[in-house]
């Protein structure tokens, strides 16, 4: 039995030896996420847990981080505030669990996920969260049980990602998703005058406020959470990101907005002390994406919150902050973005429909399916190409390879849909701030699709990018 016993530690050492030997690399080399956006957690976690006095902790996703003043609304309601928000990719869940460990008595909780499918569940990316412990991995600790067997899994991902930027170098992305662009509080401080988007809202991103986008086990979850906090002396209300009005779904009306509101109130254990009409802007005060606001955009949500707290706190005078106008987009000249001509007149591959400015590749003609490699153009007919469309290379069975410029900066969801044969995409960039991408860029296509950049400074750009990082696995330096 002894024997047994022993042969079986043996077996389970030498078995776990490998995970240790990681473990131990990803403790002990440098940090190499500190420059990026996940990077700015570990100082959010720091406020959190040392502030002693009763304080406002704002939990949700980047549209807490883009959203508020934090410095305002404590000057306005009259407590410090934790900007205690992030990145939808990290979930809901884990930045729920990581607010017990500085919640004390006295304190307020706001609620405030984006409403979308995926923060209104227990998702959680195992991967993500490694990267954003990683400057501070006391935070291991607070991460559920439940999620220690994907932590465990995505270890060797985000070990073997780790040890490639050792070699290569940290990424220290360009633009506003750097680590460096967060102020003490927790909030985004990064200039952002006016809405970037080619559209003014995200089309890959639509906004649906209905019960359906709730899951069950997240508000059991939530109302457990509540439960929690009620027992540290603090209280817990809900409240709603700020959405773009233009982005809402089709069928929305005054009536489902408020449907989807009543909901929340008799599934949640908590106030919810928000009308959510509140909280649906003009596309002008937003900035790149349906949820992150501008600069205008900002003071807006604060003066909202800051009266619904003020109200719940028994405060009944009006809130003085000064409401901005929506801000207008400049017309600025695109620079010219010449692709490297090869004798191939790419512009008659390609078939068109007018997109903001410019235009959007729609499909491909019979003449270019037959092509076993394409370049997008940088403008046809006089007008720039700015975006490909869903299903634009759909019927593409002999296309291997696409060649794209930065004068794209809008893909749709499904744009490679159809293109049976591809497998690389050539993505001639370098910045990704301003490109525009949803959830959706490879469905369905064939999954041994990847991306090349050309360089590792560009690839480091796209691979902690806030969009672009989803892609992560599938991006590599172009040889």
């Known amino acids: 039995m002894k024997k047994n016993l022993i ?105 405030a996920p984006e409403t979308d499918e995926q923060t209104l569940s227990l998702y959680f990316n195992a991967e993500s969260t ?36 050792l070699r290569e170098g940290a990424p220290d992305p360009d633009g506003v998703y750097n680590s460096r662009n967060f102020n003490a509080y927790g909030d985004i401080a990064y200039d952002r005058p006016y809405n970037t988007m080619l559209l003014g809202y995200d089309p890959n991103m639509t906004i649906s406020l209905s019960a359906d986008i709730v899951d069950d086990a997240f508000l059991t979850y939530v109302n457990d959470y509540i439960g ?81 707290l003020r109200r719940m706190l028994g405060d009944t005078r009006p809130v003085e902050i000064e409401l901005p106008e929506p801000p207008a987009r400049p017309v600025t000249e695109q620079p010219e973005i010449a692709a490297p001509d090869d004798g191939t007149d790419y512009v008659s591959c390609f078939t068109y429909a007018d997109i903001a400015d410019g235009l959007m590749i729609t499909g491909v003609t019979d003449a270019g399916k037959t092509k076993n490699a394409l370049t997008v153009p940088a403008e046809a007919n006089g007008k720039k190409v700015l975006a490909i469309g869903e299903n634009a290379f759909s ?4 296309l291997a390879e696409i060649v794209i410029y930065p004068n794209v900066v809008q893909f749709f969801d499904g744009c490679f849909r159809g293109a049976s044969a591809l497998r690389r995409v050539v993505m001639q960039y370098t910045v990704a701030e301003g490109v525009s991408v949803g959830e959706g860029l490879f469905a369905g296509a064939p999954d041994s699709v990847k991306l090349y950049f050309p360089s590792a400074q560009a690839y480091g750009n796209y691979v902690a990018d806030y969009y672009w990082s989803a892609y992560a696995t599938r991006m590599d330096i172009l040889e």
């Not at 570990?42 to 996703?61: C, N, S, Y």
């Not at 006391?138 to 990602?161: C, E, P």
């Not at 233009?246 to 928000?274: K, N």
Request: hydrophobic share 50%; charged share 15%; glycine share 10%.
């Open 7 to 111: 042969k079986f530690l043996t077996l389970l050492l030498a078995a776990l030896l490998p995970a240790i030997a990681l473990l131990g690399i990803g403790i002990f080399t440098p940090a190499q996420y500190g420059k990026t956006f996940l990077g700015a957690l570990a100082p959010k976690f720091a406020r959190l847990t040392t502030l002693d006095e009763p304080k406002i902790v704002v939990v949700g996703g980047s549209s807490a981080a883009f959203g508020l003043d934090s410095a305002l609304l404590a000057e306005t309601v009259g407590m410090p505030v934790v900007n205690f928000g992030l990145y939808a990719t990290l979930g809901t869940k884990l930045m729920l669990d990581l607010s017990l460990a500085g919640i004390g008595e006295g304190d307020i909780v706001v609620l």
């Open 130 to 165: 490694w990267q954003a412990v990683e400057a501070d991995p006391s935070m291991l600790r607070y991460v559920g049980t439940d999620n220690w067997g994907a932590m465990l899994g995505a270890s060797f991902g985000y070990l073997g990602a780790k040890l490639t930027f």
């Open 228 to 308: 929690a906090v009620r027992q540290k002396g603090a209280e817990v209300y809900f409240s709603f990101p700020p959405m773009n009005g233009d982005a809402l779904a089709a069928d929305t009306t005054e009536e489902s907005v408020y449907a989807f509101y009543d909901f929340l109130s008799r599934s949640l254990d908590c106030a919810v002390i928000s009308n959510p009409h509140a909280y649906i802007y003009d596309a002008a005060y937003f900035y790149d994406t349906n949820f992150h606001l501008n600069d205008s955009g900002v003071i807006l949500r604060t003066a909202a919150l800051a009266a619904d």
């Open 395 to 398: 019927g593409c069975t002999a």
